[in-house]
T-cell receptor
């Protein structure tokens, strides 16, 4: 049973560019949440997708957007990249009807230069 | 907005010593979860507490949820070098979204 997978593993972008990160949830999970983890910090909630809709959103600007597909996989898009967007981006999946345990993927390390 | 504070930020112990990390929320939580992140890794779920005053044990780890559901602790008895990592608490406020603390980094010297 595959866990949560994310791609790519690492990414280097230039300020002002746009990036798309991808996530496939654990089998049987229908909810995907995205987190940003800066170095030495805890993960910060970006948004959550369920039934292909953004259900909740954290305190992130509109430059951060997402999508969930019918197979429950998800994408995180970041436009107009800033140096401060450099971080580990984590995807976590869960079952909405379960007890909220979240399974995290290995993350995508984004570096903005 | 909801804030979750965790102390200490960092602790270095000798193998065999005990370790405790504390978590406090600015608001009442529906549940609290604990995660462990090894260096270079991703958070791995340890446990969830839901009930007021709940205590759960996993081998050498003891987790507590406060009576007011605003604080929690993780205690490790007789640490081992395999316990090295950062321990995060995460407060749940509905659905599956979590507010993470900044974590406590644990170093264990043999």
């Amino acid at each position: 049973d595959a866990g949560v997978t994310q791609s790519p593993t690492h990414l280097i972008k230039t300020r002002g560019q746009q990036v798309t990160l991808r996530c496939s949830p654990k089998s049987g999970h229908d909810t995907v949440s995205w987190y940003q983890q800066a170095l030495g910090q805890g993960p910060q909630f970006i948004f959550q997708y369920y039934e292909e809709e953004e259900r909740q959103r954290g305190n992130f600007p509109d430059r951060f957007s997402g999508h969930q597909f019918p197979n429950y996989s998800s994408e995180l898009n970041v436009n107009a990249l800033l140096l401060g967007d450099s971080a580990l981006y984590l995807c976590a999946s869960s079952r909405v009807a379960a007890d909220y345990e979240q399974y995290f993927g290995p993350g995508t390390r984004l570096t903005v230069t | 907005g909801q804030q979750v504070m965790q102390i200490p930020q960092y602790q270095h112990v000798q193998e065999g010593e005990d370790f405790t990390t504390y978590c406090n929320s600015s608001t009442t939580l529906s549940n609290i979860q604990w995660y462990k992140q090894r260096p270079g890794g991703h958070p791995v779920f340890l446990i969830q507490l839901v009930k007021s005053g709940e205590v759960k044990k996993q081998k050498r780890l003891t987790f507590q949820f406060g009576e007011a559901k605003k604080n929690s602790s993780l205690h490790i008895t007789a640490t081992q070098t395999t316990d090295v990592g950062t321990y995060f608490c995460a407060g749940g406020m509905g659905y599956s979204t979590l507010t993470f603390g900044k974590g406590t980094m644990l170093l264990v010297s043999p």
